[in-house]
């Protein structure tokens, strides 16, 4: 090696080098590697008592990805508090819809408050809001800011539980102090300084959708395009779903890699169905470019006709009516094996989650 080429190496592994700050951020902002180690997103529930539950792994937020913003709002006016998370990989946003305590049934009381200051910054930041029930009280100062990059509306939510009532008292940043009594459950609030009556404001639901299963930006009915993704070399390859069911037989997308052993226990049966001419096998690998020898290597020893599949290093290209990775995954939270069972149309008929097996 040349000396110029050894202060070339020498210059990129200076962690001040536009080199080596290009190579680090590419591997965080495109490739999804993590500042953080993975670590993985925390929910808390209190459960009435002084303790909390960790309901982390049922919650749907503990996706590895690095999470460096969240707002906590009603984003669907129900009244409990949604949480909209900015992701730090590929520059991922996620909304988690609250569904804890369901309205109109046992235990989902609420009160929500919005405050107008007469004297100092009209928002009233700084004001202390307490609620006080047959419980206790709770207090919550309206901030407007939380956490780390992160803002909150200007909009305080006091779960009640089954109590009717609340009783209000705001400190404001001035220095008066107002009770505004008992007020019914369900009610929201706006309480302007040095007035006695509180007013309201108007509710504005909204519907957040169902989510998908996870893993899948796809679902029951949704129509699949022709599959837009790699061969064993890295070259593009495209599968048509809807030319392979034109004899009548369904599609069987099967997401699978080397390293899962549900899914390589699964591939004597895939191969036995695609040998009897029950179904079209279409295997489609997780497997990184390092691994995909491997994962042939055990195609190869099934001997069947399956139609061979892997995801495209960076960015895929695609024509009219394909689709690849980003349309159908997020790879983050895709659990393996899944088989999406397709129509002749090339729609998603079944979702089986987990290892196939004999009927």
């Known amino acids: 090696m040349d000396t110029e080429s050894e202060e070339s190496i020498a210059a990129a592994e200076q962690p001040n080098a536009d ?25 808390f529930v209190g459960r009435g008592d002084g303790s909390f539950a960790d309901l982390s792994d049922v ?109 209000v008292s705001v400190l404001w940043p001035g220095g008066l102090r107002q009770e505004f009594g008992a007020q019914d459950s369900g009610a929201r609030l706006m309480l302007v300084e040095g007035q006695a009556e509180p007013g309201s404001f108007e509710r504005i639901p909204r519907t957040l959708r169902d989510p998908q299963p996870p893993g899948l930006k796809v679902d029951v009915g949704d129509l699949i395009g022709k599959l837009a ?12 779903p809807v030319a392979l069911a034109s004899d ?19 591939l004597p049966l895939l191969a036995k169905k695609a040998k009897a001419g029950e179904a079209h096998v279409v295997l489609l690998s997780m497997d990184s470019p390092g691994q995909i020898p491997a994962a042939e290597g055990l195609l190869d020893r099934q001997d069947a006709p399956f139609h061979r599949l892997y995801l495209p290093e960076g960015t895929r290209t695609t024509g009219p009516g394909e689709v690849t990775t ?23 008929g079944t979702i089986i989650r987990g290892q196939i097996r004999e009927e």
């Open 229 to 240: 993704f790699a061969d064993a070399t890295g070259a593009d390859k495209s599968i048509d």
């Open 248 to 266: 009548g037989k369904p599609v069987l997308l099967n997401l699978w890699a080397s390293y899962c052993p549900g899914c390589v226990a699964e």
């Open 59 to 167: 919650s749907g937020a503990d996706t590895p990805n690095d999470s460096r913003g969240a707002v906590w709002a009603d984003f669907d006016d129900d009244g409990d508090a949604d949480v909209f998370v900015h992701n730090l990989q590929r520059e991922r946003h996620d909304l988690y819809r609250n569904d804890i305590a369901v309205p109109g049934e046992k235990g989902a009381g609420f009160l929500k408050v919005r405050l107008r200051a007469t004297s100092g910054q009209y928002e009233a930041i700084g004001a202390t809001v307490t609620v006080t029930g047959p419980w206790g009280s709770t207090s919550q100062v309206l901030s407007r800011g939380g956490g780390f990059n992160s803002c909150q509306p200007p909009e305080l939510i006091f779960g009640l539980g089954q109590a009717a009532t609340g009783s």
């Open 19 to 43: 080199s080596y700050l290009n190579f680090h951020s590419s591997q965080m902002f495109t490739d999804g590697f993590s500042f953080s180690g993975f670590e993985r997103n925390k929910v």
């Open 326 to 348: 980003e349309d159908l995954f997020d790879l983050a939270r895709l659990p393996i094996p899944t088989t999406l069972v397709l129509d002749q149309e090339g729609r998603v």
